[in-house]
């Protein structure tokens, strides 16, 4: 197995492959690496074994996807599947476990393109089965064509809408789609609808699902608040209050949630990349350059991985930092770099025109990132409720690291990914500090599972 590699892409979603292909094009040599069997990531997901029906159900847009992954089969990029990738130091070396066996490679120059996660949204029964993400439910859809009947789908942001229209198109009606979104968010929002307008399709696009759901006459509840699942083994309900603040309860035992999607950092951050808190979108992001450089040299972050803008703008920023690291390392120069680079610039300032209007409109409920309740699970991996943590923070303890010493939260197989966010946001209205001030875990390797007989077999350098 080839252990270098001139350019090492980290992720097949659009940002990967539209990267990966363009650096082979000028024929460098670059290897993918995918976690997923196929390319695509999660917004292509499957696309190539995709019927004409399933693509019919999962609109036009995902559709897109086909051209890239023709591109990247038709490339001479070495792609390797199922790839976990557990290890990213600042000297460029991976940690890539496959086919059983663990090793390391390491590459010249480095472009990670994690992609995005759900939100966690930690309220009362979300840990119970039968309770999943809405983008576990879209998941299901594109890779196998599981759908459930009845399901209630609960939240906000525009894949709520967009996951519950493909459920009615595949032939299932679901029981309700419970919108958490706040009333308060509209004002700040449309005095960013102007620029807006400039990806006014997207808009007409959104139209189009809210348009298929009236139809349909699925009931919606609009500014819904206080969200919680029953159920004792298993989901039974889900109780909320209405946008006039009547209690309201909807029976179902498949509920889906959702309160947006945030960069996967956790690869990014263990490696040493500096980060920082974007208060428009509640999340961590990297700091990147105008080619999209980290903080740490050689190391490139692009995608939704570096700040959330969606599948096509991802696609124009792994062009631009494939063009860039290509200039590095002498495909190029900076006037021919900058030339190339122009239309996808252009592509991405018209992609993130839109983002401000989006998230304004669909920033999630406080009270559903930061539980008030003290029985609400925030880590799930190792079951550290709200109650704990606020117990840690009363004994003194100022930050997630310390949180972690305290209650083990962040300390599960996850690594803090379904909780992080929670507990920084959690400390910060606790101690009243910024969430930047607050800051993250601290993240080390293997940021994924890796056995112990994966990890003996590794080589050891005689160096």
């Known amino acids: 197995m080839k252990s270098h590699a001139q350019i090492a892409v980290i992720g097949a979603g659009p940002a990967g492959l539209a990267a990966a292909t363009k650096a082979s094009s000028q024929g460098a040599d670059v290897i ?74 390491t590459a010249d120059r480095v472009i990670v393109a994690g992609g995005a996660i759900e ?10 089965p039968g309770v999943a993400t809405a983008g576990a439910a879209q998941i299901l859809l594109k890779s196998s064509g599981l759908v459930s009947e009845g399901a209630i789908f609960a939240g906000s942001g525009p894949l709520l809408y967009l996951v519950v229209s493909q459920y009615l198109r595949a032939g299932l009606r679901p029981a309700a789609l419970i919108d958490t979104t706040p ?32 139809q349909a006459s699925i009931r919606v509840e609009r500014a819904a608040s206080d969200l919680a699942i029953e159920g004792s083994d298993h989901a039974e309900a889900i109780v909320f209050h209405d946008g006039h603040g009547k209690p309201q309860r909807i029976t179902g035992d498949r509920i889906f949630l959702h309160q947006g999607v945030v960069p996967n950092v956790n690869l990014t951050m263990s490696a040493g990349c500096r980060h920082h808190w974007n208060d428009r979108q509640l999340c961590w992001v990297p700091d990147v350059d105008r080619w999209y450089g980290s903080s740490l040299p050689g190391i490139s972050i692009i995608g939704d991985g570096a700040g959330i803008a969606g599948a096509v703008a991802a696609e124009a920023a792994g062009r631009i930092a494939a063009i860039g690291v290509l200039q590095e390392l002498g495909y ?47 880590c799930r991996c190792e079951e550290v409720t709200a109650g704990d943590l606020r117990q840690g923070i009363a004994l003194g303890a100022p930050g997630p690291n310390q949180l972690k010493a305290f209650c083990r939260a962040g300390m599960g197989p996850c690594q803090g990914r379904m909780c992080g966010l929670t507990v920084t946001e959690l400390l910060a209205a606790e101690t009243g500090k910024d969430p930047e001030a607050v800051g993250y875990y601290r993240l080390r390797p293997p940021v994924k599972p890796l056995t112990l007989g994966e990890l003996a077999a590794l080589p050891i350098s005689k160096e």
């Open 32 to 105: 993918l690496f995918d976690e997923q069997p196929a390319p695509g990531g999660q917004i292509y997901r499957a696309v190539e074994s995709a019927t004409a029906a399933q693509k019919k159900v999962l609109g036009t847009s995902y559709a897109r996807g086909e051209g890239l992954v023709r591109a990247l089969r038709e490339s001479s990029v070495d792609y390797r599947p199922a790839s976990t990738i557990w290890q990213l130091t600042a000297e460029r070396e991976i940690g890539v476990s496959r086919d059983g066996a663990a090793g390391i490679v």
């Open 119 to 128: 939100r966690p949204f930690p309220i009362p029964g979300w840990t119970l």
């Open 183 to 214: 009333r308060s968010n509209r004002w700040p929002a449309l005095k960013k609808f102007a620029a807006a307008l400039k990806r006014w399709d997207l808009l007409v696009e959104g139209a189009g699902w809210m348009r298929e759901i009236r």
């Open 332 to 378: 190029s120069d900076a006037p021919t770099a900058d030339k190339q680079s122009e239309p996808h610039r252009r592509k991405l300032a018209q992609e993130n025109a839109i983002r401000p209007f989006l998230d304004l409109w669909f920033r999630p409920n406080d009270a559903h990132r930061i539980p008030d309740r003290p029985e609400t699970i925030v």
